[in-house]
């Protein structure tokens, strides 16, 4: 076994050694062709560099399965496809696609959303914080508690979502029939609720964890005001409420503490998107 494991991390070892020499290899045959590339690129394409760690990260992904250290053509063959990779990128956007096609619209905004969370790096919370999360927030962790919540839904795609879902739950509050202002003003919903109490866990996977806190603080009978999720509107109706404890801290502490992190990243997205906004020269035209 202690062969087989040296055999191993001498493979390891000799692979990550390969990826270094691959990288100042490259770097050196840059150099020799005259370039001048910054240090941390080992491209440039139309004045857009190709970065140093993009290229090893490709390398490395290449090169995990493969038992001998890269060769030369392997190196150009990996850096030629970034090449291209880019090229197909900046043909991109010289096309417009981030502002017509649907689809990279909505894959774009969430790499930007990834970016901004994962940049936010939250902190551990402290015990006290974690008991004082876990207090205030006592129902979302609740166990055996059911809700009842009936849910209109405007998508994304729709040009006057919000102002649609604005609509709706105007409409509601006035007392129509939550059929007919459905069929008015909503779109299908794709993954509408069971028109009956809930434990919270299983409506958390009909509604999302932030319509789940909007309905949570909701009184029986009310209406919500429009919430935004990354597929579009919810308007929410709390029919009934059936309450329940939730367990200690001790036993869900994992779970409390990768909630009150996962809400930390959504501060960040949000104190990001403010600040964008800030900056941004946003026209809103009157609601038609």
């Not at 060769?71 to 956007?93: K, M």
């Amino acid at each position: 076994m202690r062969r087989v494991d040296r055999g191993t991390l001498l493979l390891s070892l000799g692979a990550g050694l390969g990826l270094v020499l691959a990288a100042v290899g490259l770097l050196a045959s840059g150099g020799a062709a005259g370039t001048d590339l910054p240090g941390d690129a080992v491209a440039r394409v139309n004045g857009v560099a190709i970065r140093l760690d993009d290229y090893r990260r490709a390398m490395a992904s290449v090169a995990q399965d493969r038992r001998e250290p890269p060769d030369a053509a392997l190196r150009r063959h990996v850096l030629d496809r970034l090449i291209d990779e880019e090229l197909l990128v900046q043909r991109g956007l010289e096309l417009g696609l981030a502002r017509v096609d649907p689809r990279v619209r909505r894959e774009l905004a969430a790499a930007v959303t990834a970016s901004a969370v994962a940049g936010a790096a939250p902190r551990d919370p402290t015990p006290a914080e974690l008991a004082a999360f876990h207090a205030a927030d006592g129902a979302f962790f609740a166990r055996g508690g059911r809700l009842h919540v009936r849910q209109l839904y405007v998508s994304a795609d729709t040009p006057d979502g919000a102002a649609r879902a604005a609509r709706s739950a105007e409409r509601l509050r006035a007392g129509e029939p939550l059929a007919a202002v459905r069929d008015a003003l909503a779109d299908p919903d794709p993954a509408p609720p069971p028109d009956v109490p809930l434990p919270i866990a299983k409506l958390a996977d009909y509604l999302g964890p932030t319509a789940l806190r909007t309905a949570l603080a909701l009184p029986p009978g009310t209406v919500s005001e429009p919430v935004r999720s990354a597929s579009g509107w919810h308007v929410l109706i709390v029919v009934a409420r059936h309450e329940a404890e939730p367990p200690p801290l001790a036993d869900i502490e994992t779970q409390v503490r990768e909630e009150w992190q996962r809400r930390a990243g959504e501060r960040a997205l949000r104190a990001q998107l403010d600040e964008l906004r800030a900056r941004a020269d946003v026209e809103v035209a009157a609601a038609p």
